[in-house]
């Protein structure tokens, strides 16, 4: 089931960084079809990205719409250097934190904000996909934002590290140290 957690091979990963690049390029020229195709295939990270910080589904969906908002009228400026994803889930990080302090408040993470979060993985059930969740739901959230922007959008445990502002060394054990603790669980190793 951790198989529904595994990150891209690196030559495909290597292409979708190209993609995006591409899609951005083109976005910042004013095509919205560009637009169009980043958006199908960087919503669902730019969303769980936002819901992790929030704790809410409906705050992280505002959020996510105003990171493309800023997507399209940034694009003109984006200069590829650098991992594409890791542009749009930094201006994702910094409108969820501004959120954030301006709101000064915390909900929990509902069913309905995670159901809101695409289910991409090919052969995972639903019953697999709900003990997915209440796996994450059991790590610290630093732990369960590591994993899933690892895992969800293919990020290098360096550009989280840079993404996240924390210490390679930090992002490393607390990755390792998540996964360790979702394989005792689902082995039942540790008592939900």
């Not at 991409?120 to 590591?146: H, K, M, N, Y």
């Amino acid at each position: 089931m951790l198989a529904a957690l595994s990150v891209q091979t690196t030559e495909e990963a290597e292409e979708r960084r190209r993609e995006l690049e591409r899609l951005l390029c083109r976005t910042g020229q004013g095509e919205r079809e560009a637009f169009g195709r980043l958006y199908s295939l960087t919503r669902g990270a730019v969303y769980a990205l936002a819901l992790s910080l929030l704790h809410d589904g409906h705050e992280a969906q505002d959020v996510a719409q105003d990171v493309f908002v800023r997507v399209w009228e940034s694009a003109p400026g984006y200069r590829p250097q650098g991992s594409p994803m890791a542009w749009l889930l930094t201006i994702a990080r910094n409108q969820a934190l501004s959120r954030l302090r301006r709101s000064g408040r915390q909900v929990d993470l509902d069913e309905e904000a995670w159901n809101a979060i695409p289910a991409e993985a090919p052969g995972v059930t639903p019953e697999d996909r709900a003990f997915l969740q209440e796996t994450l739901a059991r790590l610290s959230g630093e732990e369960r934002r590591i994993v899933l922007l690892h895992a969800v959008t293919g990020l290098k445990h360096r550009e989280i590290a840079q993404l996240l502002e924390l210490p390679l060394s930090t992002v490393l054990s607390k990755y390792h140290r998540g996964l360790k603790k979702m394989r005792a669980l689902m082995k039942g190793e540790i008592s939900q």
